[in-house]
Protein backbone atom coordinates (compact mmCIF):
# COMPACT_ATOMS: atom_id res chain seq x y z
CA UNK A 1 0.00 0.00 0.00
CA UNK A 2 1.71 3.32 -1.20
CA UNK A 3 1.98 6.18 1.44
CA UNK A 4 3.97 8.66 -0.21
CA UNK A 5 6.86 9.90 -2.26
CA UNK A 6 9.63 11.75 -1.18
CA UNK A 7 12.92 12.93 -2.54
CA UNK A 8 12.36 10.03 -5.85
CA UNK A 9 11.85 7.38 -2.98
CA UNK A 10 8.64 5.62 -2.85
CA UNK A 11 7.45 5.13 0.94
CA UNK A 12 4.62 2.07 1.36
CA UNK A 13 2.77 -0.06 4.05
CA UNK A 14 3.10 -3.66 4.22
CA UNK A 15 -0.30 -4.93 4.83
CA UNK A 16 0.86 -6.00 8.59
CA UNK A 17 1.92 -2.66 9.81
CA UNK A 18 -1.51 -1.75 8.47
CA UNK A 19 -3.58 -4.25 10.30
CA UNK A 20 -1.25 -3.64 13.57
CA UNK A 21 -1.68 -0.22 13.19
CA UNK A 22 -5.71 -0.72 12.71
CA UNK A 23 -6.35 -2.65 15.66
CA UNK A 24 -3.66 -0.40 18.31
CA UNK A 25 -5.93 2.64 17.37
CA UNK A 26 -9.51 0.59 17.92
CA UNK A 27 -8.41 -0.76 21.21
CA UNK A 28 -7.84 2.94 22.26
CA UNK A 29 -4.39 3.51 21.58
CA UNK A 30 -4.01 6.17 19.11
CA UNK A 31 -1.04 8.19 20.75
CA UNK A 32 0.55 5.24 21.18
CA UNK A 33 -0.20 4.07 17.18
CA UNK A 34 1.10 7.64 16.24
CA UNK A 35 4.33 7.07 18.44
CA UNK A 36 4.95 3.90 16.71
CA UNK A 37 4.32 4.93 13.22
CA UNK A 38 6.75 8.31 13.51
CA UNK A 39 9.58 6.09 15.33
CA UNK A 40 9.08 3.79 12.22
CA UNK A 41 9.65 6.00 9.49
CA UNK A 42 12.51 8.18 11.36
CA UNK A 43 14.47 4.87 11.99
CA UNK A 44 14.37 4.29 8.41
CA UNK A 45 15.00 7.97 7.48
CA UNK A 46 18.35 7.27 9.64
CA UNK A 47 18.67 4.31 7.17
CA UNK A 48 18.16 6.34 4.13
CA UNK A 49 20.24 8.96 4.72
CA UNK A 50 23.48 6.34 5.74
CA UNK A 51 22.61 4.59 2.93
CA UNK A 52 23.23 7.86 0.76
CA UNK A 53 26.01 9.02 2.62
CA UNK A 54 27.76 5.35 1.64
CA UNK A 55 26.80 6.54 -2.00
CA UNK A 56 23.97 3.75 -2.53
CA UNK A 57 20.49 5.03 -4.61
CA UNK A 58 17.51 3.98 -3.00
CA UNK A 59 14.34 3.78 -4.79
CA UNK A 60 12.13 2.13 -2.41
CA UNK A 61 10.95 1.54 1.43
CA UNK A 62 8.77 -0.46 2.57
CA UNK A 63 7.47 0.06 6.20
CA UNK A 64 6.66 -3.16 8.83
CA UNK A 65 5.79 -2.91 12.20
CA UNK A 66 9.28 -3.22 13.22
CA UNK A 67 11.18 -1.25 11.10
CA UNK A 68 11.34 -1.35 6.86
CA UNK A 69 12.99 -2.88 3.82
CA UNK A 70 15.12 -0.56 1.47
CA UNK A 71 15.33 -1.32 -1.69
CA UNK A 72 18.97 -0.01 -2.82
CA UNK A 73 19.39 0.31 -6.39
CA UNK A 74 23.35 -0.50 -6.55
CA UNK A 75 26.11 -2.91 -6.32
CA UNK A 76 27.58 -1.54 -3.08
CA UNK A 77 24.07 -2.82 -1.38
CA UNK A 78 26.08 -6.27 -0.71
CA UNK A 79 29.53 -4.60 -0.03
CA UNK A 80 29.15 -6.48 3.19
CA UNK A 81 31.21 -3.45 5.38
CA UNK A 82 28.54 -0.55 3.72
CA UNK A 83 25.49 -3.23 5.12
CA UNK A 84 26.77 -3.13 8.28
CA UNK A 85 27.48 0.40 8.68
CA UNK A 86 23.78 1.23 7.26
CA UNK A 87 21.99 -1.66 9.38
CA UNK A 88 23.94 -0.37 12.40
CA UNK A 89 22.62 3.63 12.09
CA UNK A 90 19.06 2.57 12.41
CA UNK A 91 19.30 0.86 16.11
CA UNK A 92 21.99 3.57 17.14
CA UNK A 93 19.83 6.22 15.98
CA UNK A 94 16.92 4.78 18.55
CA UNK A 95 19.18 4.54 21.42
CA UNK A 96 20.34 7.90 21.15
CA UNK A 97 16.40 8.59 21.39
CA UNK A 98 16.07 6.76 24.49
CA UNK A 99 19.25 8.16 25.74
CA UNK A 100 18.12 11.77 25.68
CA UNK A 101 14.37 10.47 26.78
CA UNK A 102 16.08 9.22 29.87
CA UNK A 103 18.30 12.47 30.80
CA UNK A 104 14.88 14.43 30.45
CA UNK A 105 13.31 11.90 32.80
CA UNK A 106 16.33 11.86 35.35
CA UNK A 107 17.02 15.69 35.73
CA UNK A 108 13.50 16.95 35.29
CA UNK A 109 10.92 15.49 38.12
CA UNK A 110 7.90 16.79 36.29
CA UNK A 111 8.46 15.21 33.14
CA UNK A 112 8.37 11.83 35.25
CA UNK A 113 4.88 12.15 35.16
CA UNK A 114 4.58 11.95 31.86
CA UNK A 115 3.46 8.29 30.57
CA UNK A 116 4.38 9.12 26.73
CA UNK A 117 7.75 9.86 27.45
CA UNK A 118 7.99 6.37 29.36
CA UNK A 119 6.16 5.11 26.42
CA UNK A 120 8.72 6.73 23.99
CA UNK A 121 11.55 5.51 25.97
CA UNK A 122 10.22 1.71 25.93
CA UNK A 123 9.36 2.21 22.55
CA UNK A 124 13.02 2.75 21.30
CA UNK A 125 14.66 0.68 23.51
CA UNK A 126 11.87 -1.95 21.73
CA UNK A 127 12.85 -1.19 18.30
CA UNK A 128 16.68 -1.30 18.75
CA UNK A 129 16.84 -4.11 20.41
CA UNK A 130 14.39 -6.32 18.57
CA UNK A 131 16.42 -4.71 15.55
CA UNK A 132 19.27 -6.71 16.27
CA UNK A 133 17.89 -9.68 16.59
CA UNK A 134 19.89 -11.78 14.29
CA UNK A 135 17.18 -12.30 11.75
CA UNK A 136 15.97 -11.35 8.06
CA UNK A 137 15.18 -8.22 7.23
CA UNK A 138 16.15 -6.89 10.56
CA UNK A 139 19.11 -4.80 11.15
CA UNK A 140 21.03 -7.98 12.82
CA UNK A 141 19.83 -10.23 10.22
CA UNK A 142 21.89 -7.85 7.76
CA UNK A 143 25.07 -7.40 9.86
CA UNK A 144 24.82 -11.69 10.30
CA UNK A 145 24.55 -12.03 6.68
CA UNK A 146 27.45 -9.22 6.04
CA UNK A 147 29.63 -10.77 8.68
CA UNK A 148 29.02 -14.55 7.15
CA UNK A 149 29.55 -13.76 3.33
CA UNK A 150 33.21 -12.90 3.60
CA UNK A 151 33.06 -17.02 4.78
CA UNK A 152 30.62 -18.60 2.55
CA UNK A 153 29.66 -16.23 0.20
CA UNK A 154 25.96 -13.71 -0.20
CA UNK A 155 24.18 -16.52 -1.28
CA UNK A 156 24.91 -19.36 1.11
CA UNK A 157 25.36 -16.33 3.97
CA UNK A 158 21.62 -15.10 2.92
CA UNK A 159 20.14 -18.54 3.38
CA UNK A 160 21.78 -19.39 7.02
CA UNK A 161 20.35 -15.97 8.36
CA UNK A 162 16.70 -16.50 6.72
CA UNK A 163 16.80 -20.13 8.77
CA UNK A 164 18.01 -18.51 11.42
CA UNK A 165 15.24 -16.13 10.86
CA UNK A 166 12.52 -18.55 10.34
CA UNK A 167 13.46 -20.42 13.42
CA UNK A 168 13.46 -17.56 15.74
CA UNK A 169 9.82 -16.69 14.38
CA UNK A 170 8.40 -20.00 15.00
CA UNK A 171 10.19 -19.22 18.62
CA UNK A 172 8.15 -15.76 19.10
CA UNK A 173 5.07 -17.74 18.16
CA UNK A 174 5.30 -20.45 20.53
CA UNK A 175 6.36 -18.07 23.08
CA UNK A 176 2.90 -15.89 22.61
CA UNK A 177 0.75 -19.10 22.39
CA UNK A 178 2.25 -20.22 25.61
CA UNK A 179 1.45 -16.57 26.97
CA UNK A 180 -1.84 -16.89 25.61
CA UNK A 181 -2.24 -20.16 27.24
CA UNK A 182 -1.36 -18.27 30.87
CA UNK A 183 -4.24 -15.56 30.06
CA UNK A 184 -1.88 -12.69 28.48
CA UNK A 185 -3.01 -12.06 25.04
CA UNK A 186 0.35 -10.23 23.33
CA UNK A 187 -0.82 -8.66 20.20
CA UNK A 188 2.82 -7.33 19.37
CA UNK A 189 4.34 -10.66 19.79
CA UNK A 190 2.54 -12.73 17.42
CA UNK A 191 3.09 -9.80 14.58
CA UNK A 192 6.55 -10.32 15.60
CA UNK A 193 6.06 -13.57 14.58
CA UNK A 194 4.31 -13.32 11.31
CA UNK A 195 6.64 -10.36 10.37
CA UNK A 196 10.27 -12.37 10.47
CA UNK A 197 8.52 -15.25 8.91
CA UNK A 198 6.99 -13.40 6.21
CA UNK A 199 9.34 -10.91 5.59
CA UNK A 200 12.35 -13.32 5.67
CA UNK A 201 10.82 -15.90 2.92
CA UNK A 202 10.18 -12.52 0.94
CA UNK A 203 13.88 -11.08 1.47
CA UNK A 204 15.07 -14.91 0.17
CA UNK A 205 13.83 -13.80 -3.54
CA UNK A 206 14.91 -9.85 -3.10
CA UNK A 207 18.57 -10.98 -2.14
CA UNK A 208 18.48 -13.36 -4.95
CA UNK A 209 17.65 -10.55 -7.56
CA UNK A 210 20.12 -8.32 -5.89
CA UNK A 211 22.88 -10.95 -6.40
CA UNK A 212 22.95 -11.39 -9.66
CA UNK A 213 22.37 -7.42 -10.00
CA UNK A 214 25.45 -6.88 -8.33
CA UNK A 215 26.93 -9.97 -10.14
CA UNK A 216 26.16 -7.90 -13.22
CA UNK A 217 27.94 -4.73 -12.31
CA UNK A 218 30.77 -6.33 -10.84
CA UNK A 219 32.71 -5.88 -14.07
CA UNK A 220 32.02 -1.95 -14.32
CA UNK A 221 33.50 -1.73 -10.85
CA UNK A 222 36.36 -4.12 -12.11
CA UNK A 223 37.18 -1.51 -14.60
CA UNK A 224 37.04 1.41 -12.48
CA UNK A 225 39.09 0.16 -9.93
CA UNK A 226 41.47 -1.20 -12.60
CA UNK A 227 42.33 -4.46 -9.94
CA UNK A 228 40.07 -7.09 -8.20
CA UNK A 229 41.01 -10.77 -6.83
CA UNK A 230 40.42 -13.74 -8.78
CA UNK A 231 39.37 -16.61 -6.73
CA UNK A 232 39.30 -20.08 -9.48
CA UNK A 233 37.14 -22.76 -8.57
CA UNK A 234 36.34 -26.09 -9.96
CA UNK A 235 33.34 -27.69 -10.68
CA UNK A 236 31.51 -30.99 -12.85
CA UNK A 237 29.81 -29.67 -16.18
CA UNK A 238 26.22 -30.98 -14.92
CA UNK A 239 26.48 -28.71 -11.63
CA UNK A 240 23.62 -25.96 -12.00
CA UNK A 241 24.46 -22.03 -12.16
CA UNK A 242 22.41 -22.28 -8.73
CA UNK A 243 24.81 -23.97 -6.78
CA UNK A 244 28.03 -22.34 -8.80
CA UNK A 245 26.75 -19.04 -7.55
CA UNK A 246 26.73 -20.22 -3.87
CA UNK A 247 30.32 -19.68 -3.92
CA UNK A 248 30.45 -16.54 -5.16
CA UNK A 249 32.06 -13.30 -3.06
CA UNK A 250 30.45 -9.65 -3.77
CA UNK A 251 34.66 -8.38 -3.70
CA UNK A 252 35.82 -10.52 -5.88
CA UNK A 253 35.88 -12.20 -9.48
CA UNK A 254 35.57 -15.46 -10.40
CA UNK A 255 36.90 -18.33 -12.84
CA UNK A 256 35.38 -21.59 -13.08
CA UNK A 257 37.25 -24.15 -14.41
CA UNK A 258 34.91 -27.13 -15.44
CA UNK A 259 35.90 -30.97 -15.71
CA UNK A 260 34.54 -34.44 -16.98
CA UNK A 261 33.63 -37.01 -14.66
CA UNK A 262 37.49 -38.19 -15.04
CA UNK A 263 39.02 -34.93 -13.26
CA UNK A 264 40.09 -33.67 -17.25
CA UNK A 265 39.91 -29.73 -17.19
CA UNK A 266 37.29 -29.08 -20.94
CA UNK A 267 37.28 -25.67 -19.94
CA UNK A 268 36.47 -22.19 -18.30
CA UNK A 269 34.19 -19.82 -17.85
CA UNK A 270 34.56 -16.35 -16.52
CA UNK A 271 31.98 -14.63 -14.29
CA UNK A 272 30.39 -12.21 -16.43
CA UNK A 273 29.84 -15.42 -18.89
CA UNK A 274 28.08 -17.12 -16.33
CA UNK A 275 25.64 -13.99 -15.38
CA UNK A 276 24.83 -13.68 -19.21
CA UNK A 277 23.77 -17.55 -19.15
CA UNK A 278 21.75 -16.87 -16.31
CA UNK A 279 20.19 -14.25 -17.98
CA UNK A 280 19.00 -16.01 -20.88
CA UNK A 281 18.88 -19.93 -19.55
CA UNK A 282 17.62 -19.40 -15.79
CA UNK A 283 19.68 -20.24 -12.26
CA UNK A 284 19.03 -24.12 -13.23
CA UNK A 285 20.97 -24.68 -16.24
CA UNK A 286 24.41 -26.11 -15.66
CA UNK A 287 27.68 -24.48 -16.15
CA UNK A 288 28.30 -26.72 -19.40
CA UNK A 289 25.84 -24.43 -21.42
CA UNK A 290 27.66 -21.37 -20.23
CA UNK A 291 30.41 -23.04 -21.66
CA UNK A 292 28.53 -23.90 -25.02
CA UNK A 293 27.43 -19.98 -25.42
CA UNK A 294 31.00 -19.28 -25.50
Known amino acids: MKLFRLGGITFSFHWLFVVLLFLLAFFGYFSETLMLFGLVLAHEL ?4 TARAQGLEVSEVELFPFGGVAKLEDVLELDPQV ?3 VS ?11 A ?7 KYPAWQQHKMLLLFIRSNLTLGFFNLLPALPLDGGRILRARLSGVLGFRQATELAIRISQLLALLLFVLALYLFYLGDLHLTLLAA ?18 FIRGLG ?3 RILYEQGVMPLVSLLSLRDTPM ?18 NKEGRVI ?13 KEGLYATIGTALRHK
Not at 267 to 279: H, L, P, Q, W
Open 46 to 49: VHLL
Open 83 to 85: ESV
Open 88 to 98: LAGPIFNFILA
Open 100 to 106: LALLLYA
Open 193 to 210: AFFLYFASEKEKTAAMYA
Open 217 to 219: RKK
Open 242 to 259: KDILRHFAMKKFHRVLII
Open 267 to 279: GEVMEDEIVETIV
